[in-house]
């Protein structure tokens, strides 16, 4: 079994950043993929970032530019590093990992003031 603990989510205005953690520990075998997803009231979940262990990453096109992913394959633990936020980034940001199967973190609010 894999755990997810995550940090970093809270208040900030417009135009702030904030950086978001996750790490993992349990029963890790190997962590592939690992990403950021958020889920804003009334609407879906959606992807916000993913890394490859590899490197490679993926953004939405909401959030090019302004965000950045990575990743500390030592520590087992992905980051999102959030700038220029808008209102509309305001979500619950749910951490996501591949390790045999998918396992989620318990999500953080982010919340951006205008």
């Known amino acids: 079994q894999v755990q997810l603990v995550e940090s970093g989510g809270g208040l900030v205005q417009a135009g702030g950043s904030l950086r978001l953690s996750c790490a993992a520990s349990g029963s890790i075998f190997r962590i592939n993929a690992m990403g950021w997803y958020r889920q804003a009231p009334g609407k879906q979940r959606e992807l916000v970032a993913s890394i490859t262990s590899g490197g490679r990453t993926n953004y939405a096109d909401s959030v090019k530019g302004r965000f950045t992913i990575s990743r500390d394959n030592a520590k087992n633990t992905v980051y999102l590093q959030m700038n220029s936020l808008k209102p509309e980034d305001t979500a619950i940001y749910y951490c996501?990992?591949?390790?045999?199967?998918?396992?989620w973190g318990q999500g953080t609010q982010v919340t951006v003031s205008s």
């Open positions: 996501n990992v591949n390790s045999l199967r998918d396992y």
